[in-house]
């Protein structure tokens, strides 16, 4: 992989209402503004070469990637381990409630009902990156969820994971070398072997 372009899904029935769902079985389309930021996506994407499309397993990156790539021929891989944060009792509920218990607790805490640690989370975004960064096609557009792209970016800025962080836009994309990509990695690796909170986040 020489280059990657990362994008968030455009926003669908339950990101508009504030509720979290990191269950890719749960049904979860785009709302006719996801739709069009979609459009939107394969519009500033249309004159850019691109050798393969990632997702994770959920209905709004997948429906995402259908909508931007429309006419295209760009092989598809899904990748599980860009999935959504396992959120747990909390799944269902609203981002407000989750968002402060993360807040509340160091990043090896499993949320509570079956859900997973942030530094968990952090490990297998980790671990999907370094396969995209491993793939042999040239340039690789990722269509995922807001966290692993913002753990990312801040990664780039040198900051490490925080339980609360901006929000990353819909369908917006960002470019990235293969250079740049496998340098916020290996920041987000290091942190993962010795997960602490440093610093609060946005709100």
């Known amino acids: 992989m020489d280059e990657v372009i990362l994008a968030r899904h455009g926003e669908s029935q339950l990101s508009v209402v504030g509720t979290v769902n990191g269950d890719p079985a749960v049904v979860c389309a785009l709302t006719e503004t996801g739709e069009e930021q979609a459009r939107r996506l394969g519009n500033v994407l249309a004159g850019v070469e691109l ?16 909508i931007a790539l429309a ?39 499993e949320a509570p009902g079956g859900g997973e ?30 966290l692993p792209i913002r753990y990312v970016l801040n990664a780039l800025d040198e900051l490490d994971p925080a339980p609360l962080v901006e929000q990353v836009s ?34």
Request: glycine share 8%; with cysteine.
């Open 51 to 66: 050798d393969l499309c990632v997702t994770s397993e959920f209905e709004r990156t997948r429906q995402t990637a259908d």
């Open 170 to 203: 819909y369908a917006d994309p960002y470019r990235l070398t293969a250079g740049e990509l496998e340098l916020a990695v290996d920041r987000l690796a290091r942190w993962s072997k010795t997960p602490v909170w440093r610093y609060g986040g946005a709100s």
């Open 117 to 146: 640690s942030r530094s968990g989370t952090v490990t297998r975004y980790v671990s999907a990156y370094r396969t995209i960064l491993a793939r042999p096609e040239r340039a690789v557009l990722v269509v995922a969820h807001g």
């Open 71 to 109: 006419g295209r021929d760009v092989p598809r891989l899904v990748l599980p381990e860009l999935n959504d944060v396992r959120f747990g009792r909390f799944e269902g509920g609203t981002l407000a409630d989750y968002r402060e218990w993360a807040a509340a607790n160091e990043p090896t805490i």
